[in-house]
């Protein structure tokens, strides 16, 4: 097997949700743990990188290391500010993270009672992070690695998503990996390889992932 390296190189990664609060105790979410995004950075620096993980708000963080710094946020917005700041010092960017597309308008200052018949939202959209990483342009990563969780015309839509976004690789996988241990999927690249993903642990998935990107 071809041994692979990301030695000196700067990687950066955001893992996990986001949480959108429409009132002081109540948010917009999603089942993402963050174990896809913490696996491909443990194997970055392993692999040599110096990493740093923008890591929404999960229940156990990975501990950080000499070679690998973790951002804590909670919003998109704080996720796409800490990317912004961080990207262009990046040779990769891998966007795994399970954004929230839409935020409410205006979050509440107090708790909304229960005896509220009803309640209605506003939301606007947020931020498209990974399309931001793939359109910088000169100051664009030398490689962006896109996640694309999809229902229905799983690889259609992760093509789609490649393209438009301006990404080199996208994972196309279906909504019943989020929150598991184990993943499967198809990985896609702009140069027209579609290189299909067992169903195997995160950890393991991860090192496959980056072995096939980096031959």
């Known amino acids: 097997m071809t041994s692979v390296s990301l030695r000196n190189k700067n990687v950066l990664i955001t893992a996990g949700p986001t949480r959108e609060y429409w009132d002081p105790v109540r948010y917009l979410t999603n ?46 917005w704080d996720m796409y500010e800490a990317v912004k700041k961080n990207v262009r010092k990046a040779d990769f960017f891998v ?55 999809e229902t229905d015309r799983v690889l259609e839509n992760a093509r789609e998503k490649l393209l438009r976004k301006r990404l080199d690789w996208i994972v196309a996988n279906r909504e019943s990996n989020l929150g598991r241990s184990e993943a499967s999927g198809t990985l896609l690249s702009r140069w027209g390889h579609q290189v299909p993903l067992a169903k195997m642990p995160k950890e393991k998935l991860a090192k496959t992932i980056w072995r096939t990107i980096l031959n």
């Not at 795994?96 to 200052?109: E, F, G």
């Not at 399309?131 to 030398?142: D, E, I, S, T, Y």
């Open 31 to 76: 089942g993402s743990t963050g174990r896809m995004g913490a696996a491909l950075a443990a194997e970055a620096v392993r692999l040599g990188a110096r990493v740093t993980l923008v890591l929404g708000p999960v229940g156990h963080p990975p501990a950080g290391s000499s070679r690998l710094r973790v951002i804590p946020v909670v919003s998109a």
């Open 95 to 149: 966007g795994t993270a399970a954004v929230a597309d839409y935020r409410p308008a205006i979050p509440l200052k107090r708790k909304i009672k229960r005896h509220q018949p009803s309640v209605t939202l506003k939301l606007y959209g947020n931020p498209d992070i990974i399309a931001m990483a793939g359109h910088l342009g000169k100051n664009r990563p030398r490689c962006v690695i896109g996640f694309a969780l």
